[in-house]
Structures are given as structure tokens and as C-alpha cells.
């Protein structure tokens, strides 16, 4: 992140010849090029030739970086011949660069020698979080009394995450993801509410297990995307959630609506333009089940359209369909009635509607947020459940957020998160004793510091008032301080 990435930025280049395009080229593929903090070399003042030598030596050592940490971007020719014709056109100034050219050379064979695959990059991070729950007692539900304390002790845990992305033609990518941890998700079993459930939190009991499994490719040419998953896909890797926060809960990393789409389909996203893109996808929890299937059990549609106006602002509208016959209408967040509007045996569908933006207002304040709107129904009695309902019971369910992101705060990198927002509530329910009666707020705040280029941490603290929309129940804290480590 210490690099600029536009060659525009630095005003004492002057734009129009050759190398000067030759260095844009550079920059913009590697983001090899340092500035001060006003974007200039030194001073208002044209560069010098020497200058140009540094910082063109600069690009090549970056080159080099990348080659050497197995990024999976290596110089194409083009860009070797005009790294060979710089070297002509000021050999004087660069006469010493010749070793380092020799170098990159070198280094992109021992690579092609000695990586671990042809077709194959692997990469991962490893986390190690110290994590624990403060407040009064256990949550409830609304119109309930919580008695149970919530005496909970500091933990420390962590999961490892391997990606293996292989590649046949160059544009498409086949990943195969493993993963293995220990991390409570501190949501309904530790705290009695899900609102406080953290992001990435996986707990294998340390086992080793494959996370997803998918191939994606392009289509007509690079403006569309497909990607067929068998195991565990999720459709906002490929359609955008506008969410510019890194957030260390559940509900804070994305809006409701794409929390109950996951498992095995496909994703289609397309650019029909510069400023609009569409996209569909079908996922399903059943696929590999052969008395259920692709469409007999838990399903999932999403349609999505984006529109960007510019490189400011985007607004995204989603609607998706949803079936369960053991449903989680919000996907594990919100209260236990938007979870379960009608029960938890009585199968329910939905109809949920989305509205996501972020603005970049500055390069250093960054702005998101979303509101969703679940209609669920009743696909068969709540009765099963002890409740008074019928088959066609309706449930209206609603949930919002503001989201603010300050980057570069402190150092390079770095970045501070903030969520406001309201987990999913049920505002009207025909089943009447699952009508969440209060409102409850979330509050997040976390900062995460780059300590080196592969090494972060991350201090952060969540608070939920009045948690289940339960006036009765304390406020529940959770701490977290979060180190991660990429390679």
C-alpha cells in the first residue's frame, strides 16, 4: 500500500514521451513506484534523469519481489522490452541496473524451476485470536427474562486457510480451499444470541476439512464471469456487496440478503458496460444429497444489478428467493425470530429484497451501508412447533446498516473500521408470540495495523444493546485483538 499507482499522481512527471508511458505502463501492472505524501518526487519541479533511474530501479526490484513471493504475475515480453529499451535510452544513468535486470531474470527461473507447481499457487493465512465475551446475563428472547450468567474467560485460538488456485488457460482458476481452526464463533451457545457472532471463525476441532471447491471462468472475453461450485460457494466473491468495511462480525461483513445463499450451484455476473453490471446465482445446500438434490431441499436465488456511476459511488439492488424445510431465513444473523419466524421445523420460504452503496467521499474517509427487507412465509404449520399459526403465516423482517472506513490512518495500509446498524428484526409476524418487541443496535469498532507486508493485527470490540430486540437482556461486549499472518 505504499505505492502510488498512477503515474498521473506524481505531477512532476511530465505525460507525452515515451518513457514516461513506458513508466505508467510499469506502475500500473507492479505498483512499483514510492512518493512523497504530496505525490511529487521532491519539490514542484520537472524529474531529472537520474530520478527516473530510481525510480525505475525501484519497479524492478518490486518485479523481482513479486516474482520471488510466488504472486502468480510475472513480466510478460512486452513489458521485458521496454524494460530492455529504458536501458538504452538512458544507459548512462542506468548503467548499474544491468545486475539487477540479470537478477529478475534469474530469479524467474529459479521460479520455474523450483515452484510448486506449473499450474498451481498456493496461498494462505493463519490467524491467532484472543477473544472473549463481557455483560450481565445470557440473552433470550424477546418478551423472556434472561437468568443465566454470562461468565465468560479470555480465549485464544486460531485457523489456518490454504488456497490452491490452478489455473488451465490463464484467465480461468479451479481453487480448492482447506482449512483447519479452533475458533468459537461466540454466537447463541456462549452469549444467547447470534448478533454476536464473529466472521471467519472456523472450528474444526483442528481437523483439516475442505472449505469450497469451485472453477470459474470468463465469458465474451473479460466482461463476464461464471464459477460452478460443488462445495461451499458464496455469491458475493463474485457479485459485489459494497461493503467497504473489514469486519470482525458476522453481520458487519455483508448485507442479510447474501447470508442464506451458500453451497452448491453456480454464480453468472456480467459487465454490461462500464457503469452496469448484472448477475444470477443458484446455490443450494442439498446438491450432493440424492433424495433432495440440486432443487428439493434448502435453495437459494439471487438476482443483482450494479450500477457505478463513477469511480465515487456504486448502488447495488439484490433480490433473492429462499426455501428451507429446516430454515435460517437470515442466515445466523439477527434475532432467533428472524432466524425462524415460524420455528425451526416448519419449512418457510422468502422473498428478500436489498439495497446496497458505498461512496468514496475522500481518500481518507470511505462510506457504505444497506438496508434489507425479508417477507417470509409459512410453507407448512407452525403448529408442528407448539405455536398458533397456519400454513401462509407472514413474517415482515428488516435490518440496516451504515458502514465507515478510514484508511492510511496512523500508517500505510492500515485501516479503521466502524458499523452501525440494526441485526434482522421480525417488525410484523402473524405467528404473534415470534414478534420481536424492542430493537437492538450494533456497534463495531476495529483498526487493523499492518506490522510488515505479510504480518497484521487487528484490535476490535463489538457491542450489541438490548440484544434478541430484547429490552430485558444486558448488553453483551466482545473483545478481540487478532493477529494474521499471509504467504
Known amino acids: 500500500m505504499t505505492e502510488v499507482t498512477r503515474v498521473e499522481d506524481l505531477r512532476d512527471v511530465i505525460p507525452g514521451d515515451w518513457a514516461y508511458e513506458a513508466l505508467r505502463s510499469l506502475v500500473e501492472k507492479y505498483r512499483c513506484i514510492v512518493g512523497s505524501e504530496k505525490a511529487t518526487f521532491e519539490g514542484n519541479r520537472a524529474i531529472n534523469r537520474y530520478e527516473f533511474?530510481?525510480?525505475?530501479?525501484?519497479?524492478?526490484?518490486?518485479?523481482?519481489?513479486?516474482?520471488?513471493?510466488?504472486?502468480?504475475?510475472?513480466?510478460?515480453?512486452?513489458?521485458?522490452?521496454?524494460?530492455?529499451?529504458?536501458?538504452?535510452?538512458?544507459a548512462t544513468e542506468l548503467k548499474t541496473l544491468t545486475t539487477k535486470v540479470d537478477n529478475l531474470e534469474q530469479r524467474l527461473a529459479f521460479v520455474d524451476d523450483h515452484q510448486f507447481s506449473t499450474t498451481t499457487v498456493l496461498r494462505g493465512t493463519v490467524e491467532f485470536n484472543l477473544i472473549s465475551a463481557f455483560g450481565g446475563n445470557k440473552a433470550v428472547s424477546s418478551g423472556g427474562n434472561s437468568r443465566e450468567d454470562l461468565n465468560e474467560n479470555l480465549t485464544l485460538s486460531g485457523r489456518a486457510n490454504l488456497n490452491f488456485d490452478t489455473s488451465f488457460t490463464g484467465k480461468d482458476r479451479l481453487r480448492t480451499n482447506i482449512r483447519a481452526g479452533n475458533v468459537s464463533n461466540f454466537g447463541n451457545s456462549i452469549t444467547g444470541t447470534d448478533m454476536t457472532r464473529l466472521i471467519g471463525a472456523v472450528n474444526t476441532g483442528n481437523n483439516v476439512m475442505l472449505g469450497s471447491l469451485f472453477y470459474e471462468f470468463p465469458i465474451a472475453g473479460t466482461r463476464g464471469k461464471v464459477a460452478i461450485a460443488s462445495v461451499a460457494d458464496f455469491p458475493t466473491r463474485i457479485f459485489p456487496a459494497l461493503n467497504p468495511v473489514a469486519s470482525?462480525?458476522?453481520?458487519?461483513?455483508?448485507?442479510?440478503?447474501?447470508?442464506?445463499?451458500?453451497?452448491?450451484?453456480?454464480?453468472?455476473?456480467?459487465?454490461?458496460?462500464?457503469?452496469?453490471?448484472?448477475?444470477?446465482?443458484?446455490?443450494?445446500?442439498?446438491g450432493s444429497n440424492p433424495l433432495e438434490g440440486l432443487f428439493g431441499g434448502q435453495s437459494t436465488a439471487l438476482a443483482q444489478v450494479t450500477y457505478t456511476p463513477s469511480n465515487k459511488l456504486a448502488i447495488a439492488f439484490t433480490y433473492g428467493h429462499y426455501y428451507a424445510s429446516t430454515p435460517n431465513v437470515t442466515g445466523s444473523k439477527g434475532s432467533r425470530f428472524a432466524q425462524l419466524p415460524f420455528g425451526g421445523s416448519t419449512a418457510t420460504s422468502a422473498n428478500a429484497y436489498g439495497l446496497q452503496s458505498t461512496y468514496k467521499l475522500s481518500n481518507k474517509l470511505i462510506l457504505g451501508g444497506w438496508v434489507s427487507y425479508f417477507n417470509a412465509r409459512a410453507e407448512s404449520s407452525p403448529s408442528v412447533n407448539g405455536l398458533d399459526g397456519s400454513i401462509g403465516a407472514n413474517a415482515d423482517i428488516w435490518s440496516w446498516a451504515i458502514t465507515t472506513v478510514v484508511p492510511d490512518l496512523g500508517k500505510l495500509g492500515s485501516q479503521l473500521n466502524f458499523v452501525l446498524g440494526m441485526p434482522p428484526k421480525v417488525i410484523n409476524n402473524d405467528v404473534s408470540a415470534r414478534l420481536d418487541r424492542d430493537t437492538s443496535m450494533h456497534f463495531e469498532l476495529s483498526y487493523r495495523y499492518p506490522m510488515t507486508d505479510r504480518i497484521s493485527i487487528t484490535p476490535g470490540v463489538l457491542l450489541i444493546t438490548n440484544p434478541e430486540h430484547n429490552a430485558a437482556n444486558d448488553s453483551v461486549w466482545i473483545g478481540l485483538l487478532r493477529t494474521t499472518f499471509t504467504f
Do not use: H, W
Not at 262 to 284: E, M, R, W
Open 248 to 286: 470482525i462480525s458476522n453481520f458487519g461483513a455483508e448485507s442479510p440478503i447474501y447470508s442464506f445463499a451458500f453451497g452448491t450451484g453456480a454464480v453468472v455476473y456480467y459487465n454490461f458496460t462500464d457503469k452496469i453490471a448484472a448477475g444470477v446465482s443458484y446455490l443450494t445446500t442439498s
Open 53 to 90: 533511474a530510481a525510480a525505475f530501479n525501484t519497479c524492478l526490484l518490486k518485479m523481482g519481489r513479486i516474482i520471488y513471493s510466488l504472486s502468480n504475475t510475472f513480466p510478460n515480453q512486452e513489458d521485458l522490452a521496454s524494460v530492455k529499451r529504458l536501458q538504452a535510452d538512458f
